[in-house]
Structure formats: structure tokens, C-alpha cells
């Protein structure tokens, strides 16, 4: 069974840093590129990062460009998210998401599998 399983989320302080990481297991992680969206309360799910595990192409929002790093570690099926300079409007759900090929984001209705989620939350 495919499984994505998001960790490091939590509160923060304005300015401060996190690494969220998303483990992947039931699908040959190789064949997939991983994303992460982010959904605010009242607001539609918006792609923010994602990186292609064939190539390692990535792909970050405007948003997010110069603060948040994606990486791959293939060895463990694992993505991370680095996210530094944290501002209150980054406060939401965070998911990562697996969609097979080697494209670096897409809408989420292409995604293949979704994990649960982790709440990150920005103090200001």
C-alpha cells in the first residue's frame, strides 16, 4: 500500500525554521516526483515546492523562492522541506504529494497519493 507520512511540522516564531519531512513507502520512489501544498483555513490548496526524483528538477512559489529548500534523499525515500525566514501567511496544512513521472508540480486533482498533513504555524 502507498504511504506518505508528513513530520516536522509545529509552531514557530516568526523568523525561525523548520524541516518538514515526508517518507514514502509502497511505490517505487524513483518513478515519482513529490511536491508539497500548503492549505490555509478558508483558502485553496496551492502547490509550493516540488522536486523530481528522476532528475532532481525543482519547482518553488514565488512565495516561497530564496526562504524554503526542497531536497531528495532517494536512499531513504524521503523529502524534505526547509523552511527558513518563516512569516505568519506560511501558517497552514502542510502535505506532501506523489505523482508519477518526472514532472516537478502539478494541480493536485494529478496527484497519485497524499499524505495526512502537518500544521505549521507562524507566530507573529
Known amino acids: 500500500e502507498a504511504q506518505l507520512v508528513e513530520s516536522g511540522g509545529g509552531l514557530v516564531q516568526a523568523g525561525g525554521s523548520l524541516r518538514l519531512s515526508c517518507a514514502a513507502s509502497?511505490?517505487?520512489?524513483?518513478?515519482?516526483?513529490i511536491a508539497w501544498f500548503r492549505q490555509a483555513p478558508g483558502k485553496e490548496r496551492e502547490g509550493v515546492s516540488g522536486?523530481?526524483?528522476?532528475?532532481?528538477?525543482?519547482y518553488y512559489a514565488d512565495s516561497v523562492k530564496g526562504r524554503f529548500t526542497i531536497s531528495s534523499d532517494n536512499a531513504k525515500n524521503t523529502v524534505y522541506l526547509q523552511m527558513n525566514s518563516l512569516k505568519p501567511e506560511d501558517t497552514a496544512v502542510y502535505y506532501c504529494?506523489?505523482?508519477?513521472?518526472?514532472?516537478?508540480?502539478?494541480?493536485?486533482?494529478?496527484?497519485?497519493?497524499w499524505g495526512q498533513g502537518t500544521q505549521v504555524t507562524v507566530s507573529s
Open positions: 504529494a506523489a505523482v508519477w513521472g518526472g514532472i516537478t508540480i502539478a494541480t493536485p486533482g494529478r496527484y497519485d497519493y
Open positions: 509502497g511505490f517505487t520512489f524513483d518513478d515519482y516526483a
Open positions: 522536486i523530481s526524483s528522476r532528475d532532481g528538477n525543482t
